[in-house]
Every structure is written in C-alpha cells, then in structure tokens.
C-alpha cells in the first residue's frame, strides 16, 4: 500500500498525484478503507462501507490512464449521509423504519458525483431523518468526536462529519436543514457549507423540512467545499426550487458585520467567543472591514424555525406509516398496523416532532402559531436584506460552545434545540452559510466561525474563507 499522508491531504493535492501517478485511486481508496477498519469500530461515522470500492477506484484508475473526462474529483474518496439516496443501496436515514429500504434511484447530487469520476466508500451515520444536533439520535448508536471520543460530533450530520474530520474519507457529503452540517463541522474541525436555498437539488434526499432542506459539501479546507459545491450545484428538472446562479463580480475587500445584540444575550461559551472576537480582529489585519449590525428579529429565530421544522416534519413523514413506506408490523386492524408500526419503529425525538407538529397545525392553533412563525419568518430575512445593504458577510459563532460529552443534553430537548441559535436563522431566511476552522479550545476541541453571504452569494464565502484560513 503506498505510504499517503492523510493528515494533509487536499482534493487538489489528490489530484495532482493521481494524475503525476505518485498513487492510483485504488491505493488512495485502501488507505482509507484501512483507517475505516482501524477507527470506525470505535467512532461509528459509517452505517455501511460499501463492497465494491475498490472496483469503482479501478474504473477511476482507467479513466486518469486514459486521460479522458478526468475531472478534478474522478478518484476522490467521498462518504454520502444516509438520508441521500444512491440507487441500488440501502438508505435508511438512520431509523429502523427504512432498515431494509433500498433506493431504486440516485439523487442528482449522486448523479452528478458519479459523473465526474468519484469514488463513494459508504454511508454515513446521523440523528434519525435528520432530526437532532449530535447523532445520538441514531438507531445504529451514537457517532463519537474524532478530536474525543466522548464528545458528540454535532448533527445531523456527525456521521459525514467525524469521517472527515477523522481522516475516514477525503470529504463528505451531509444535509443541512437548522445547522446540520455546519454544527458538527464545527465541532469536528471541518468546513461545512449550507449553500443558497435552491442552489444545490433536494431530489434524492428525504425530506425532513421540505422549505428549509439543504446538501452541501463537508470537507477539509474551504477549496475542497468549493470543488464539490462547484460539482453539485445547478439547476435540477427535478427540483423546482432549484437554479442556475448567475455569474457576479467578486468582491475585493470584504465588509463584516457583527450582530452584537444577538451576540449579548448571555448563555455563549467564553472560550467561543474569545476565539470569535480574535478572529475578527485577525480578518481585520488581513484587511476586511469589521462593523456592528443590528438585525433584531434574530431572537425569534429559534421559536420560529421550530414551529416551522415541527410543522413540516409532521407532513413529510405522513408517508412512513408501514403501508405506503417503511417496515410494517401486523395489529388486529389497520390503525394498529400504523400505531405499532410508528410507536416501534420510530425514534423517541422523530415521534416528539411529529406530535408537536401535528399539534401547532390542528385547528384553533394554526393561526397562532404555524401563521405567526410564517410572519416571522419573513421579518427575518428582512433582516438579512437590510444588513446585506450595508456589509457583504455576517459573522456570529458556529454554536454557543464547542462539542460536549455524549449525553450530557440527551435528557433536556429544549437545551439540545439552543444549539441552534446561531445556525437556523440561516435556513429559515434561505441565504447561504459556511463554518471555518479557527483554531482549538485549551483540551484539543475544535473551534469555529460563521460566516453568512447574500442569496446566490455563494463566492464570498469561499473568498473569505480562505482569508480566514490564512490568518
């Protein structure tokens, strides 16, 4: 096998040696099949490795010897969360409802990957159809921190995330619908990037919050997200909220705002905010303007992007019931057959959400609060327009601290949901976010930033991602 290090590599620098033939993909793909074997049993980050990863290599392996459509990510080992479909492969968004559930499709995401030559080794662990923030929610069992292995990794996303972070494939694929591939980016010490609503296709990912559902690319370094946001995003037959983006000037001196009053409502780890403010302090010697921004709407964003996931979680999983979707069990009549099949083969926090959900959308409460959170909704990303008038990026910490120990908020829902604060103001106003890398807490855990750009503004980010990189 030859000797890759793994520590540092880079799509790009994979690339280059497949093409100058210091490694073929087939020895790129055992390397990490390796590290799989080695650290996965403890970690978790993949449900599956797929068995046929060596024979797409060799296909990758003969499409660079011919030099033919080699394309930048034709070898590049990828893990795919398990809420995105790959035709001919279980996808069972981590419940024991879709146990055995094969897709008889792929997602365009999947299409496209394909397409340029990638190698996919498996699928990645994550809180049950994607409802949670620290994959221990999971049917298949808790995803651990590649940093420490008794911490969370974040969700929904942990699994996507501690394979990269860990060294256990050279990017990911996650689903980002409130934070889930930003969150766990961030604790993981990965880059995670929540594109524009619409810029990247749904179709092929179950649903969880149809209005706010994203894929996006985790990766190591912000050029890597690039690359593969590069390879996934555009308009979609099949998605009819998806879209081509038009071309833009870029921006040569980016204008930062901080929302300060969004920042001072207390309950924000000192460490994570000593490590935002000598950040920003860092972008400002790279040159970028720093200024404060108000956006007051942002204290309802929580409530209201919960009422709001609530509400959609409660439609879109109508369809798992036994009968239309997922395992079935047998009752004396058919409201038993959906009762036990719902009751024993949904998780704890997905049967919460549907019942809460279904609560706020029965009659007298509609108004009250489904209405009000539309309302809101809109009030927000007025927010996010009148500040994007003033500045190009808004800065805030990825989440209120870095990643804690596994079950230490199992048993209290409402503060697992405050991690939340910072990144699902992005998804409900539908604009594009991205976590970076700052830097480590005094016990080796990986800290963050966020940073947030105008719809279809994807670019800033990844201009001043890497400025923050090389701070």
């Known amino acids: 096998m030859a000797n890759i290090d793994l520590n540092n590599l880079t799509i790009r620098k994979a690339h280059d040696a497949l093409i100058k033939g210091e490694f073929t993909a087939v020895e790129l793909a055992e390397t990490y099949l390796a590290e799989i074997e080695k650290k996965n049993p403890e970690l978790n980050a993949y449900l599956e490795v797929f068995a046929d990863v060596v024979d797409q290599a060799k296909v990758a392996d003969e499409r660079i010897k011919s030099g033919k459509d080699v394309d930048i990510l034709t070898g590049i080992p990828m893990a795919i969360k398990d809420n995105i479909l790959i035709k001919g492969r279980i996808a069972s968004s981590a419940s024991k409802m879709l146990e055995n559930y094969v897709a008889t499709y792929s997602a365009t995401v999947i299409e496209k990957l394909k397409g340029k030559g990638v190698v996919f080794l498996g699928r990645t662990n994550m809180d049950e159809f994607a409802m949670g923030g620290s994959t221990e929610n999971s049917a298949y069992g808790v995803t651990r921190n590649p940093h420490d292995p008794s911490c969370v990794p974040g969700g929904s996303s942990g699994g996507s995330a501690t394979a990269v972070g860990g060294n256990l494939?050279?990017?990911a694929l996650g689903s980002d619908t409130g934070g889930s591939i930003r969150q766990p980016s961030a604790f993981c010490g990965t880059v995670g990037l929540k594109p524009t609503y619409g810029s990247v296709s749904r179709y092929g990912v179950m649903a969880m919050a149809s209005s706010l559902d994203q894929i996006g690319p985790i990766a190591r370094t912000v050029e890597d997200a690039e690359i593969i946001y590069e390879a996934i995003?555009?308009?979609?037959?099949?998605d009819s909220t998806s879209y081509d983006l038009p071309k833009v000037e870029a921006v040569k001196k980016v204008r930062i705002g901080v929302p300060e009053s969004f920042l001072n409502q207390g309950g924000i780890d000192e460490?994570?905010?000593?490590?935002?403010?000598?950040?920003?302090e860092k972008l400002e010697k790279a040159g970028c303007e720093v200024k404060t921004i108000e956006?007051?709407?942002?204290?309802y964003s929580l409530a209201t992007y919960y009422i709001t996931v609530f509400s959609e979680v409660s439609a879109n999983m109508a369809r798992f019931d036994g009968v239309r979707y997922g395992s079935h069990l047998e009752g004396k009549d058919l409201l038993e057959d959906y009762m036990k099949t719902r009751g024993?083969?949904?998780?704890?926090?997905?049967?919460?959400?549907?019942?809460l959900g279904t609560y706020v959308l029965?009659?007298?409460?509609?108004?009250?609060?489904?209405?009000?959170?539309?309302?809101?909704?809109?009030l927000i990303r007025r927010d996010y327009a009148k500040a994007f008038d003033e500045?190009?990026?808004v800065a805030t910490p990825v989440a209120p601290s870095p990643a804690y120990p596994i079950g230490e908020n199992?048993?209290?829902?409402?503060k697992m949901y405050l991690e939340d604060i910072f990144t699902v103001p992005i998804n409900m106003a539908g604009v594009p976010g991205m976590a970076v890398p700052t830097g480590f807490t005094d016990n080796k855990l990986p800290l963050s930033i966020q940073i947030v750009a105008p719809w279809r503004r994807d670019d800033i980010l990844f201009t001043l991602g890497k400025i923050i990189e090389s701070c």
């Open 271 to 280: 460490v994570v905010l000593k490590n935002f403010r000598e950040t920003l």
């Open 295 to 299: 956006m007051p709407n942002l204290h």
């Open 391 to 393: 500045v190009d990026v």
């Open 362 to 378: 029965s009659a007298g409460y509609y108004d009250a609060y489904y209405n009000k959170a539309v309302q809101v909704r809109e």
């Open 233 to 238: 995003r555009g308009w979609d037959r099949y």
């Open 344 to 355: 024993e083969k949904l998780g704890r926090e997905v049967r919460r959400r549907i019942m």
């Open 169 to 171: 494939c050279l990017a």
């Open 410 to 414: 199992t048993n209290d829902p409402l």
